[in-house]
Structures are given as structure tokens and as C-alpha cells.
């Protein structure tokens, strides 16, 4: 079975641009969470979704959006990048929303802003 | 300020010996969760606790879940080379356990 797959692998972007980021979850899951992961540190919690309602939200300024749609796959958006913004971003699945289901992440989308 | 603290924040050991990693918060959680991540790859659950006082063992993993629910540890027997990575705890908050909030990380070289 596929597990969870991201698009696309890498990306460079300037600053001010935008970026969307795509997420497929394992067939069979309903939520989807996406992290923020800088260089030499641990995720950072940017959103949760569940059967396409936003379920958390972290503390991550209205440039980031995101959404999930019917066949639980999901988009991460991210408006007017900044330097700041260059990081490592996953994508993870779970069967249901919380942490009480366990989560399986994909490799990420490498963003590069400069 | 970390919710979540890790220590240590590096360790290079050799294979064969015993190695504890801690995790520390003044935050209760609702559940906790350990995992690897290797570079260029996203974290791979390892295991999650969510009573307090909860030991759980996973082949040469132990891991133990405080009993306020504050704090983790993961023990490591006999470490390989293999078990070489960065190992992340988080903690679950929110009604729905939604708000997840994951530590800085061990990283762990374990040298043959």
C-alpha cells in the first residue's frame, strides 16, 4: 500500500511569490496535519484537517491556508514568502483527527525561498 | 521558549551501550508520542504513551510516559548503528488531542 506522498519533492521560490504544496494521505485516512520543519529543529504544527474541517490550527501567521478536499487529499498554501519560510514541510495522516490515532508523515517538500 | 524539551541534544555513543534520551514539558498532555526521523525523511512513529506512569517495550526500546503526564523518557539497550537518527517526542493538546507540539530532537550517532 502507498503510504503518505507529497508534491512537489523540492521547490525554490523568491521572496513574495506564493506556493501550494500537496498532500495524499494513506487510502482509508480522513485527517490530514501539516508541520513546518526548520533546519536542526522539531516539526512545527500548522494545521489539522478532518473530513475536510480545519480541527487545529497552530500559531502560524493568515499567510498560511490550507484545505482538504473530498477524497482527503490537501493543499498547503503559503502567500507573500519570506526568507524566513525555507524549511522542510510534511504532511501527515492519520485514520481520524488527534493524536489519539497515530500519524504517518510523508518525506516532504523541501522549500527553498530566496 | 520550548513547550517541549529534549535532552541531550546530541549524543554520540558507541555501539553496544545503553543510552537514555529525555523529554520534559511543564505542560500535561493528553498523550505522547516518540519518533525517528532520518535526513532527507519524514519522522516514523515509533510509539505513544497516553497513561501516566505507562512503560512500553519495543524489541531493545523502553519507553515510559510520567505519571503526571508531563515528561518522557526512551531507553535504549545495546544501541546499533541502525538505531542512528533524530528522535522527536511529542506531546498531544486540545479537546481533540489536535494541538500536537513536537520537541527539538536527540540526535543520536551510534558509532561501530
Known amino acids: 500500500d502507498a503510504g503518505v506522498t507529497q508534491s512537489p519533492t523540492h521547490l525554490i521560490k523568491t521572496r513574495g511569490q506564493h506556493v501550494t504544496l500537496r498532500c495524499s494521505p494513506i487510502?482509508?485516512?480522513?485527517?490530514v496535519s501539516w508541520y513546518q520543519q526548520v533546519l536542526g529543529q522539531g516539526p512545527q504544527f500548522i494545521f489539522q484537517?478532518?473530513?475536510?474541517?480545519?480541527?487545529g490550527r497552530g500559531n502560524f501567521p493568515d499567510r498560511f491556508s490550507a484545505r482538504q478536499f473530498p477524497n482527503y487529499s490537501s493543499e498547503l498554501n503559503v502567500n507573500a514568502l519570506l526568507l524566513g519560510d525555507s524549511a522542510l514541510y510534511l504532511c501527515?495522516?492519520?485514520?481520524?483527527?488527534?493524536?489519539?490515532?497515530?500519524?504517518?508523515f510523508g518525506p516532504g517538500t523541501r522549500l527553498t525561498v530566496t | 521558549t520550548q513547550l517541549l524539551e529534549q535532552s541531550p541534544q546530541f549524543l554520540s555513543i558507541q555501539e553496544g551501550e545503553n543510552l537514555t534520551v529525555y523529554c520534559n514539558s511543564s505542560?500535561?498532555?493528553?498523550?505522547l508520542q516518540w519518533y525517528r526521523q532520518e535526513p532527507g525523511e519524514g519522522p516514523v512513529l515509533l510509539v505513544t504513551?497516553?497513561?501516566?506512569?505507562e512503560v512500553k517495550k519495543l524489541k531493545r526500546l523502553t519507553f515510559q510516559f510520567g505519571d503526571a503526564r508531563k515528561d518522557s523518557s526512551l531507553h535504549i539497550t545495546a544501541a546499533q548503528p541502525g538505531d542512528t537518527g533524530l528522535y522527536l517526542c511529542?506531546?498531544?493538546?486540545?479537546?481533540?488531542?489536535?494541538?500536537?507540539?513536537f520537541g527539538p530532537g536527540t540526535r543520536l550517532s551510534v558509532l561501530p
Open positions: 501527515a495522516s492519520s485514520l481520524r483527527g488527534g493524536i489519539s490515532y497515530e500519524q504517518y
Open positions: 484537517y478532518y473530513e475536510k474541517e480545519e480541527r
Open positions: 505542560s500535561v498532555f493528553s498523550s
Open positions: 504513551v497516553v497513561t501516566g506512569g
Open positions: 511529542a506531546g498531544a493538546q486540545g479537546n481533540y488531542g489536535q494541538n500536537f507540539v
Open positions: 487510502s482509508g485516512h480522513k485527517s
